[in-house]
């Protein structure tokens, strides 16, 4: 089993930064994707972005694609989401997950382990 928790969340303004954390634990051998996902009131879940566990490819959704960047740390078995220039839109409630595979994916139900979630929340 993976344990997943996530941290960092606030409220913020629009045009300010936030950093998300993400702390894995327990059976970490085998986690090869960490992504992470968001979940806006009244919608789905939707992919965020996703890095390697080596850290050298990511992906990024079109709509977070220059302002947010995804980083790990592979002693602290640590993924981070940095956000900039955060906008109104990006409100929600923002999942840490793992995938125990070599590629890159961005559908959720390929993800097996997820954290509870922490609440961004963007004021115009």
């Known amino acids: 089993q993976v344990q997943l928790v996530e941290s960092g969340g606030g409220l913020v303004r629009a045009g300010d930064s936030l950093r998300l954390s993400c702390a894995a634990s327990g059976r970490t051998f085998g986690m090869y994707v960490m992504g992470w996902f968001r979940q806006a009131p009244g919608k789905e879940r939707e992919f965020v972005a996703a890095?390697?566990?080596?850290?050298?490819?990511?992906v990024y959704a079109d709509s977070v694609k220059g302002r947010f960047t995804i980083s790990g740390d592979n002693a602290k078995n640590t993924v981070y989401l940095q956000m900039d220039s955060l906008k109104p839109e990006d409100t929600a409630l923002y999942y840490c997950?793992?995938?125990?595979?070599?590629?890159?994916?961005?559908?959720?139900?390929?993800?097996?382990?997820w954290g509870q979630g922490t609440q961004v929340t963007v004021s115009s």
């Open positions: 890095i390697s566990w080596s850290g050298r490819s990511t």
């Open positions: 997950a793992a995938d125990a595979n070599s590629n890159i994916r961005s559908n959720m139900r390929d993800y097996e382990y």
